[in-house]
């Protein structure tokens, strides 16, 4: 018993290195954990990023991608990659807010006009000083990849308006902007962590939740939930980040194959994730799932006052927010 245990801890531990070299080859391993599932399409974008890392570096420089909450939560591989046990993650930047507080503007409840408004904001000089915010908190980000837009999903009945929404318990991630909204909704946040969401649900411990196609339909949560409402009241972006203890050990060249390779990653998985909604779409159609299209106005007037509070409490990520509403 002692043995296995000790077995097991040591392929835990190999796991969750940031490097591992091989003496013959002498090449550099980056470990890469995330939350999603290997069917999910962020999944195939960063698997795109470790072949894009090899061919760019002639096998100098590689990756290894663990799914699935295999090495820990979103919570714990940021924190992994602030010890530099962990060289790269994937994360919501709603998960980012606890670590990189600027994150937590992305959070805020319509914050985007739309699709072509949020790309030329994460592309632009807002959205790459964000992605630096965090390196004094040891996590550089590296690129955005698209996640779509979160709306709410339930057991019961369709979310027409904010009122259905109250004395629900809706799973939240662990983000105090998302606990806000679904506060200001009418709704009771609960935060759940992702791989325990489908039980969650399940037992009852939550009666909602609120993601984007693919992860409704991937994480088969649809099973449970039958009925899903695109108020679309949130457009968080997912962000890839690395380690700045692992950053900084990389020599300049390895870090320009490592950014270069994100960046193409990034292009790849906007494709991947535009195909994979719709075919989530049809694929929840096809089970039996509820679709419906509510009027946005009143989910946007009930979260108005968020903004107004925001901008007494946190006046700083207030003026982000701002700034990125005026970009054209």
């Known amino acids: 018993m002692k043995k296995q245990f000790l077995i097991i801890l040591a392929i835990v531990l190999v796991g969750v290195l940031p490097f591992s070299c091989s003496s013959p080859l002498n090449f550099k391993m980056i470990k890469m954990g995330h939350a999603q599932v290997p069917s999910h399409p962020v999944h195939d974008a960063m698997v795109f990023l470790a ?7 002639n096998g100098k420089l590689r990756m ?5 909450q295999q090495l820990g939560s979103e919570r714990e591989l940021l924190e992994l990659l602030q010890i530099g046990s962990l060289g790269m993650t994937k994360v919501s930047a709603a998960a980012l807010e606890g670590f990189a507080p600027t994150m937590s503007v992305f959070g805020l409840p319509y914050l985007f006009r739309d699709d072509a408004h949020q790309k030329k904001v994460l592309q632009g000089p807002i959205g790459k000083q964000l992605l630096l915010d965090g390196e004094k908190y ?26 259905d929404l109250a004395g629900k318990k809706v799973r939240v991630m662990e983000s105090v902007t998302a606990s806000n909204m679904v506060k200001a909704m009418g709704g009771s946040p609960t935060p759940v962590s992702y791989g325990e969401l489908y039980t969650a ?7 909602a939740a609120e993601n984007n196609p693919p ?16 108020d679309e009241h949130t ?10 203890k692992v950053w900084e050990s990389l020599t300049p060249q390895e870090q320009k194959w490592l950014q270069e390779a994100a960046d193409e990653s990034a292009e790849y998985q906007y494709k991947l994730w535009a195909a994979s909604t719709e075919e989530s779409m049809r694929e929840l159609e096809k089970a039996g799932v509820t679709i419906t299209y509510p009027d946005k106005a009143p989910f946007r007037e009930a979260v108005k006052g968020i903004y107004s509070q925001l901008e007494i409490d946190q006046p700083e990520i207030y003026k982000i927010a701002k700034a990125i509403q005026a970009v054209d």
């Open 201 to 207: 649900l399940q037992q009852g411990i939550v009666d």
């Open 138 to 163: 040891w996590l550089r980000g590296l690129t955005y990849y698209d996640a779509g837009k979160r709306s709410f999903y339930t057991k019961d009945k369709s979310v027409v308006t904010p009122s």
């Open 235 to 244: 457009a968080l972006p997912d962000v890839v980040i690395v380690s700045t």
């Open 51 to 57: 072949k894009r890392v090899e061919e760019k570096s």
């Open 215 to 230: 992860s409704l339909y991937t994480s088969k949560h649809y099973e449970v939930c039958k009925f899903y409402s695109l």
């Open 64 to 68: 290894k991608v663990f799914p699935n």
